[in-house]
């Protein structure tokens, strides 16, 4: 497992030294947080979503301004995929690391997977698909 991070020996002990000393631990996320929980990722080469879809057509003001059932349409096809979702490995780590010290998340993600495995304060970048506006 060392070598998968590109860490000697040395370099996960003063990992280890610097996480037992540190008052509080920021987690920074995005799509491959959740991909392995079946949560589509945007840009993943055959799979991600816009590989399917342009993105013009569907993630801009202009979009729901033109069409905005199609719009609405697909986000709540999104929503559905996403409710179906569990938090995987990753997320519930990122949760059990607060029984240590105080942890922030800030995420791009907008899956609310990390809410859904424990975490309390969790910062969106690009807001949550159960929160629209």
């Known amino acids: 497992m060392v070598g998968e991070f590109g860490l000697t020996e040395s370099g996960v002990a003063a990992l ?11 987690f920074l996320t995005g799509a491959g947080a959740s991909a392995e929980s079946g949560v589509a990722t945007f840009r993943d080469a055959l799979v991600g979503l816009w590989e399917r879809f342009d993105p013009e057509d569907l993630a801009t003001a202009s979009a ?3 069409r905005p059932a ?3 349409g697909w986000y709540e096809w999104r929503r559905a995929r996403v409710i179906g979702s569990k938090p995987n490995e990753g997320h519930l780590a990122i949760a059990r690391w607060t029984q240590f010290m105080p942890v922030s998340v800030i995420t791009q993600n907008v899956d609310d997977l990390h809410e859904r495995a424990g975490s309390g304060e969790v910062i969106h970048l690009h807001g949550s698909l159960f929160s629209p506006r």
């Open 16 to 26: 280890i030294e610097k996480l037992r000393s540190a008052k509080n631990t920021v």
């Open 64 to 66: 729901f301004q033109k």
């Open 70 to 72: 199609l719009v609405w």
